[in-house]
């Protein structure tokens, strides 16, 4: 089936440390779905952090970056220099259908990086 | 934009009465979906609008639950004769169709079933 699988937290690095949250995933049912990092900052509603939607592509924003690699089935997190303001919980998604189809959610992973 | 909007955010019922869950959507999105989340299961996906109409609801309990969506500018999700293990955080998400999966999410409703 379609599944999700992430690094099990916590995850706990020092800040200005590199980062590296791994993701993979199954899909049967679609051949390349888009894929997805969300975030939940504490206090905050679930967002979205980046996204791929093209096999081989590579995504970022706010200092984080992911590659949608169709080989290896991942799309691991990644970020050479952590701050304290990255604490939060990491989810990576997939999805599978058109263009407002469902999304397929990881477990997520808590980032808790220490001054 | 005042995002996606639940209410209310925390809920508390005892074993066997009714829970409603609203949600208000991103005016203009065409798509509404309903997330339960637990830390045992994570983010389980239950079912999802288009346009108010029914897509998909293969994540919904066959009994017990129910959701419709009678206009575009909100959605209900239902649990019957609630059940501890029905405690969880229910999170409302709304999308805009062409924009390849993008969902917008609520803060969820907090339901605690005594």
């Known amino acids: 089936g379609d599944s999700v699988t992430q690094t099990e937290g916590p995850v706990t690095v020092s800040e200005s440390e590199s980062l590296i949250i791994n993701c993979t995933y199954s899909a049967t049912s679609i051949a390349y779905p888009n894929l997805f990092w969300y975030v939940r900052y504490p206090g905050e509603g679930l967002q979205l952090l980046l996204k791929?939607?093209?096999?081989?592509q590579k995504g970022s924003s706010r200092g984080f970056e992911a590659t949608y690699n169709k080989e290896t089935t991942s799309f691991h997190l990644q970020k050479a220099s952590v701050q304290e303001s990255d604490s939060a919980v990491y989810y990576c998604a997939l999805g599978l259908t058109g263009n407002t189809g469902k999304l397929i959610f990881g477990l997520g992973t808590t980032l808790q990086v220490q001054p | 934009n005042a995002g996606v909007i639940q209410t209310p955010r925390h809920k508390v019922t005892g074993k066997g009465q009714e829970a409603t869950l609203w949600c208000e959507p991103i005016?203009?999105?065409?798509?509404v979906f309903w997330y339960r989340q637990t830390i045992v299961q994570g983010l389980e996906f239950l079912t999802y609008f288009r346009n108010q109409a029914p897509i998909d609801d293969s994540g919904m309990p066959k009994e017990r639950f129910s959701a419709q969506m009678p206009n575009q500018s909100h959605s209900t999700l239902k649990i019957q004769s609630t059940q501890p293990q029905d405690s969880a955080v229910y999170l409302c998400?709304?999308?805009?169709?062409?924009?390849?999966?993008?969902?917008?999410f609520g803060a969820g409703t907090r339901l605690s079933v005594l």
């Open positions: 791929v939607i093209t096999a081989g």
């Open positions: 998400a709304s999308s805009l169709e062409g924009v390849g999966n993008t969902l917008y």
């Open positions: 005016s203009g999105h065409s798509a």
